[in-house]
T-cell receptor, first 114, second 112 residues
Framework: ETGVTQTPRHLVMGMTNKKSLKCEQH?????MYWYKQSAKKPLELMFV???????ENNSVPSRFSPECPNSSHLFLHLHTLQPEDSALYLC?????????????FGPGTRLTVT | EDKVVQSPLSLVVHEGDTVTLNCSYE??????LLWYKQEKKAPTFLFML????IEKKSGRLSSILDKKELFSILNITATQTGDSAVYLC????????????FGPGTRLSVLP
């Protein structure tokens, strides 16, 4: 247990569905991250939030929409996804932004788009 | 374009062997390099390196960074089956914003 939880752990959705991934951290951290990990690609940073403010959006398609209502919760809203979006989505948190602050990863959500 | 290259991509050894994993990088405004171990899903942190030539050690694992040649190595001595995992190298740079770049990982399998 790293103190970062993600739900659901597995999700299967059609291309016309709308779903949301949830991440919650109980570590008192100020920074939260969404990563995508595909079978054959390196871990890719998608979004970074620091004190609820989005600081990075690494050219992520608009069909992925993040939301950070407070420093403990992070959502990733999904709509009209493509099959190539099937991947493991990892949430992480750290004391502040920057890899010098150890990131604690959640268990991930395995997403399959059909 | 910032990138991180790891080698080998896959490695099979027997218990007791020593392994060296390689990570080379090109990144704008390098700040730090990190090693992670990923067994099932979530990566777990191993080392952070910011200064060249200073070895970080934790038990049987050690790592060192060469900022001049832009690479790092992760050594594991007396390997055990529990060391089987994917080892990820990540680099933190700054290019008009935060930029974390991960390598593809090295899949290590330690056989009994």
């Amino acid at each position: 247990e790293t103190g970062v939880t993600q739900t659901p752990r597995h999700l299967v959705m059609g291309m016309t569905n709308k779903k949301s991934l949830k991440c919650e951290q109980h570590l008192g951290h100020n920074a939260m991250y969404w990563y995508k990990q595909s079978a054959k690609k390196p871990l890719e940073l998608m979004f970074v939030y620091n004190f609820k403010e989005q600081t990075e959006n690494n050219s992520v398609p608009s069909r992925f929409s993040p939301e950070c209502p407070n420093s403990s919760h992070l959502f990733l809203h999904l709509h009209t996804l493509q099959p190539e979006d099937s991947a493991l989505y990892l949430c992480a948190s750290s004391q502040s932004v920057g890899l010098e602050y150890e990131q604690y990863f959640g268990p991930g959500t395995r997403l399959t788009v059909t | 374009e910032d990138k991180v290259v790891q080698s080998p991509l896959s490695l099979v050894v027997h218990e007791g062997d020593t392994v060296t994993l390689n990570c080379s990088y090109e990144v704008t405004n390098f700040r730090s390099l990190l090693w992670y171990k990923q067994e099932k899903k979530a990566p777990t942190f191993l080392f952070m390196l910011t200064s060249s030539g200073i070895e970080k050690k934790s038990g049987r694992l050690s790592s060192i960074l060469d900022k001049k040649e832009l690479f790092s190595i992760l050594n594991i001595t007396a390997t055990q089956t529990g060391d089987s995992a994917v080892y990820l190298c990540a680099v933190d740079g700054w290019d008009y914003g935060q930029n974390f770049v991960f390598g593809p990982g090295t899949r290590l399998s330690v056989l009994p």
